[in-house]
């Protein structure tokens, strides 16, 4: 039987070349979350909201509109004021 493909997912795949990490596991464990969310975001069945992005904020000291970006979510900007 051949191996399981792992889904495609921008944030989590950064997140664990920049940790150095290899596992969604390992990478729950620095962010302080449980394996099976990460799982379950990993796989589309969560998105990747504001617990995760949080949580990448505080614990890796990420700014929060990167993670946003990475993630290919909208950065809101504040509307201009005349």
Do not use: F, W, Y
Request: charged letters at 30%; hydrophobic letters at 40%.
């Amino acid at each position: 039987m051949g191996r399981k493909k792992t889904a495609v997912h921008p944030l989590l795949d950064h997140l664990l070349r920049r940790q150095g990490l290899q596992k969604d596991s390992a990478l729950a464990l620095e962010l302080g979350m449980d394996p099976a969310h990460v799982s379950s975001i990993r796989h589309g069945r969560r998105p990747a909201g504001d617990t995760l992005i949080l949580r990448v904020h505080e614990r890796l000291g990420m700014p929060v509109s990167e993670i946003r970006k990475i993630a290919g979510q909208l950065v809101k900007r504040p509307a201009k004021s005349n």
